[in-house]
C-alpha cells in the first residue's frame, strides 16, 4: 500500500468526531423527548381533573358494557353481517362467574351491544356441545338450555328468560314463565358449536344495565349457571360514546393536540381535537425524516392515531393509567414520516384509588426532530467539513511526502551513469537542504555519492598512473635483457631469458593498452564533430581490413547513396576497429565476417557479425563494460577487455547504444552501434 493510501486511511480515524456527535444528538433528542412527554403529561393531568369535575364526565366505578353506535339497523337473522361488520366483534367474552376470558375458555359467552338511533341491538354467541333445548314457554324450559336476560330500564327490572329448540325467531317470556313485559324482537340460530342470539329492544326504550347469564343443562339433568350475574347488583351499567363531552373537550384542547376518554376496558367514550399539523409545518424534508428514524429513533412504535378510528384504544400508555399509572410513548406511522407523542393519565374522582378510565393526548411533535435535524445538519456539516479540511492537508503532505521521496529514488537511481561515474547534477541534487528525515536521508544519499566519486576519479586515473609507474622498470628489465649475451649461456639459461623477454613484452603490452584506454575515454570528452560520409567511412575502414582478415571472408554491405551526418570520424574508425578486431579472435579461419551499415530512424546503424561460438548467457549485460573479456584461451596476446568499452563509449558519444546478440540458427553472432548526428 502505498504512503498516500496509508496515510488517507489514517484520516479515517476523524470519522470519531461525527461518531461521537451523533451519540451526542442522540442523548440530546433523549432529554428533549423526555422534556416534550413531561409537558404534555402535565397539560394531561390539569385536564383530567377539569374533566373528573363534571358530572358526566367520568365512566361509572367498576366494569360496565360498551354500547357501540351502528351505522345502520341490523337484519335479525343470526349472522354477525351487515351493520355488524362495522363493529368490533366480540366486544365481551364472559365464563364462569362473569370475568372476561380469552379465546381458548370452551363454554364462553361472546356479547356485543351496539345502537342505531335509539334502539338497542344485542348479539350474543354460546359455545354449548351438548345442547339440551326447550321453548321459553315449556314448562321444563327452567330445566334445558335458555338465556337468562336482566334489564333495568325506565320501569325498573326487567327478566327475560329465552329459549328455542332450533332455528327461527326468539321465544321468550317473563322470568317467572308469563308474558314477556317487553317486545323482543330477534332471531335464534343453531350453530355446530352452540347457538347464536341476536335480539333488537323496543325502540326508544332506554336501559341503564343489563345482566345476561347462560343456564347450561347436561345430559344428566344437571344445571350449570354461567356469565353475568342476575340480580341487581351484578348487572352492568351501559355505556356509549357521550358527543356532549367532545365539545367541551375540546375548548380545553391546544391546537393540534386530540384527546380522548376511555373507560376501563379502553373504550372510547368521548374524542376531540385533530393530532396532525399542516403540511407545511413539517420543515424537515422526508428524507431526512426517514434518515433520523433510523440514526435517532428506530426503536418508536409503529402505529398511525389518525388512521386509527377503532372504538377501543388500549396501547401500552392506557393499561398503564387504567392501572393507575400515567405512560407516555412515542410512536410513528407506517411510513415513519410523522412522529406522535401520546401521553396517558388515570381519570378517578378525588378520594378514589381505582381508575374509572384514562384521558389520552395525542400530539404530532415534529419539535424534536426539527431540533435534531438542525443539531445534525450542523454537526454534520461542521464533521464534514473538518474531515475534508483534515483529510485534503493529510493528502497534500502524503502527497508531498511522497513527491520527495521518488524524486530522490529517482535521483539516486541516476546519480551513476554506466561507467560508474558520479553525475554531477545528481550529486547537487542530493544535497537538500531540508531538515526533516527525508533532507537527512537525501544528505546521506549526497555523502556516500561524494565518496563513491572520490574512488571513481582514483579508479579511472589507477591505469594512466600504473603504466607510468610500469613503464621505468620494465624498461630496466628490458635493457638488462637485451645486455646478456645469450651465446655465452648455457642451452637452459638461454630459455629461462627467452621466456622473461617475452614475459615483459606482454607486460609492455597490458601498459600500452592501458594507456591507449586512458587516453580514448579523454578523446571521447574532447572529440569534434564533422560532416562526412559515413557509407564511405565504413566503406574505406573495410577494405583495409580485408589482408588483416585473411584467410577469413569478409563480407561488405553498405549503401551506394551518400549517408551525410556529423559524427567524429576518429572516433567511429576506432570503434570499427574494435569491432573487427573482436570478430576477428572468434572467427575461424575458414570463417566470414560481415560489415554492414543501414539507416534507421534519426541516425545510422552500424554492424560487426562473425561465425563462430554463442555469446554466454551470463555475459549479455556486461559485454561492454570495462576490463570485461570472454577471451580466456582464445587468440593471441593479453586482452583487458577494453575494446567493446571503448565501442560503447562511442556509441554513448552519438547519442546512441551498443548491442550484442546471437544470430539466428546461432553461427555466430552479431554487435551494433547505433549512431546518431552530433550537434
Same mark, same amino acid.
Given at each position: ?19 461521537? /456527535? ?23 393531568? $390539569?385536564?383530567?381533573? %377539569? ?67 335509539? *334502539? ?6 354460546? =359455545? &354449548? ?40 325467531? +326468539?321465544?321468550?317470556? #317473563? ?10 324482537? /330477534? ?9 347464536? +342470539? ?17 343456564? &347450561? ?83 418508536? $412504535? ?11 384504544? =388500549?396501547? #401500552? ?39 374509572? /378510565? %384514562? ?31 483534515? =483529510? ?30 558520479? @553525475? ?35 579508479? *579511472? ?38 621466456? =622473461? ?55 561488405? @554491405? ?9 559524427? $567524429?570520424?576518429?572516433?567511429?574508425? *576506432? ?56 577471451? !580466456? ?13 571503448? +565501442? ?10 551498443? !548491442? ?8 555466430? +553472432? ?10
Amino acid at each position: 500500500m502505498r504512503l498516500r493510501a496509508k496515510l488517507l486511511l489514517v484520516s479515517l480515524s476523524l470519522l470519531v468526531l461525527p461518531v461521537t /456527535g451523533w451519540l451526542f444528538v442522540r442523548q440530546m433528542e433523549g432529554l428533549m423527548r423526555a422534556g416534550e412527554a413531561q409537558a404534555l403529561s402535565a397539560s394531561a393531568e $390539569a385536564l383530567s381533573r %377539569a374533566v373528573a369535575q363534571r358530572p358526566d364526565g367520568l365512566p361509572p366505578a367498576g366494569p360496565a358494557l360498551f354500547v357501540q353506535s351502528m351505522p345502520s339497523a341490523p337484519r335479525l337473522d343470526g349472522h354477525a353481517d351487515g351493520a355488524w361488520r362495522a363493529l368490533l366483534l366480540p366486544a365481551y367474552r364472559f365464563a364462569g362467574a362473569g370475568g372476561q376470558l380469552d379465546d381458548s375458555v370452551p363454554d364462553a359467552l361472546q356479547l356485543t351491544l351496539g345502537r342505531h338511533e335509539d *334502539q338497542l341491538y344485542l348479539f350474543a354467541r354460546v =359455545a &354449548d356441545g351438548d345442547r339440551q333445548p326447550a321453548e321459553a314457554h315449556w314448562p321444563i324450559a327452567g330445566q334445558r338450555d335458555h338465556l337468562l336476560l336482566d334489564v333495568h330500564g325506565p320501569q325498573g327490572r326487567v327478566s327475560l328468560r329465552i329459549a328455542n329448540v332450533g332455528s327461527g325467531p +326468539v321465544n321468550l317470556v #317473563d322470568g317467572g314463565g308469563g308474558p314477556p313485559p317487553l317486545r323482543v324482537e /330477534g332471531f335464534w340460530r343453531e350453530t355446530a358449536e352452540g347457538y347464536v +342470539v341476536e335480539m333488537a329492544l323496543p325502540q326508544g326504550y332506554a336501559p341503564q344495565a343489563l345482566a345476561l347469564r347462560v343456564v &347450561d343443562a347436561g345430559s344428566d339433568g344437571t344445571l350449570r349457571q354461567w356469565g353475568m350475574g342476575g340480580d341487581v347488583a351484578r348487572t352492568w351499567p351501559l355505556l356509549a360514546d357521550r358527543p356532549g363531552l367532545s365539545a367541551p373537550l375540546a375548548e380545553l384542547l391546544a391546537p393540534g393536540v386530540r384527546g380522548r376518554i376511555v373507560d376501563s376496558a379502553g373504550w372510547v367514550m368521548a374524542q376531540a381535537g385533530d393530532p396532525m399539523l399542516p403540511e407545511g409545518a413539517r420543515e424537515v424534508p422526508w428524507w431526512r425524516r426517514h434518515l433520523y428514524r433510523i440514526l435517532l429513533s428506530s426503536a418508536d $412504535a409503529s402505529r398511525d392515531p389518525v388512521a386509527d378510528a377503532s372504538p377501543r384504544s =388500549a396501547p #401500552d400508555e392506557v393499561r398503564e393509567a387504567l392501572a393507575g399509572r400515567a405512560s407516555s410513548t412515542w410512536r410513528r406511522d407506517a411510513t415513519g414520516e410523522r412522529q406522535w407523542l401520546s401521553v396517558a393519565v388515570p381519570l378517578r374522582r378525588e378520594g378514589e384509588s381505582q381508575a374509572r /378510565g %384514562a384521558l389520552v393526548l395525542e400530539r404530532e411533535n415534529p419539535s424534536v426532530l426539527l431540533l435534531a435535524d438542525q443539531a445534525l445538519l450542523r454537526l454534520l456539516g461542521l464533521s464534514l467539513l473538518a474531515f475534508v479540511g483534515s =483529510a485534503g492537508v493529510i493528502f497534500l503532505f502524503a502527497g508531498r511526502l511522497s513527491w520527495r521521496i521518488r524524486r530522490l529514488r529517482d535521483v539516486a537511481e541516476t546519480a551513476l551513469d554506466r561507467d560508474g561515474r558520479v @553525475s554531477a547534477r545528481g550529486a547537487r541534487e542530493l544535497r537538500s537542504e531540508s531538515r526533516d528525515e527525508v533532507g537527512d536521508l537525501a544528505r546521506s544519499f549526497a555523502r556516500l555519492l561524494d565518496e563513491v566519486a572520490g574512488y571513481g576519479d582514483y579508479l *579511472q586515473g589507477l591505469a594512466g598512473k600504473l603504466s607510468h609507474e610500469i613503464n621505468t622498470p620494465l624498461a630496466i628489465v628490458r635493457g638488462s635483457l637485451d645486455n646478456i649475451d645469450a651465446a655465452q649461456l648455457p642451452e637452459a639459461d638461454r630459455a629461462c631469458v627467452a621466456r =622473461a623477454r617475452s614475459g615483459v613484452d606482454r607486460l609492455g603490452t597490458l601498459v600500452r593498452q592501458m594507456s591507449e584506454a586512458t587516453r580514448i575515454e579523454r578523446a571521447v570528452g574532447d572529440a569534434d564533430a564533422e560532416l562526412v560520409d559515413v557509407g564511405a567511412l565504413v566503406r574505406d575502414c573495410a577494405e583495409g581490413y580485408r589482408a588483416l582478415l585473411e584467410p577469413r571472408a569478409l563480407q561488405v @554491405s553498405v549503401p551506394t547513396s551518400p549517408l551525410p551526418m556529423r559524427v $567524429a570520424p576518429d572516433l567511429v574508425a *576506432q570503434a570499427l576497429d574494435k569491432l573487427v578486431d573482436n570478430a576477428r579472435g572468434f572467427t575461424p579461419e575458414d570463417g566470414w565476417v560481415r560489415i554492414s551499415l543501414e539507416p534507421v530512424p534519426g541516425g545510422v546503424c552500424l554492424a560487426v557479425a562473425n561465425q563462430g561460438p554463442p555469446l554466454p548467457g551470463r555475459m549479455h549485460g556486461k559485454l561492454f563494460d570495462s576490463l570485461v573479456s570472454v577471451r !580466456e584461451g582464445r587468440g593471441e596476446g593479453s586482452h583487458l577487455g577494453l575494446g567493446l568499452y571503448v +565501442v560503447r563509449l562511442v556509441a554513448a558519444l552519438h547519442r546512441g547504444r551498443a !548491442e550484442a546478440s546471437n544470430l539466428r540458427g546461432g553461427e555466430g +553472432v552479431e554487435f551494433r552501434m547505433i549512431l546518431q548526428e552530433l550537434v
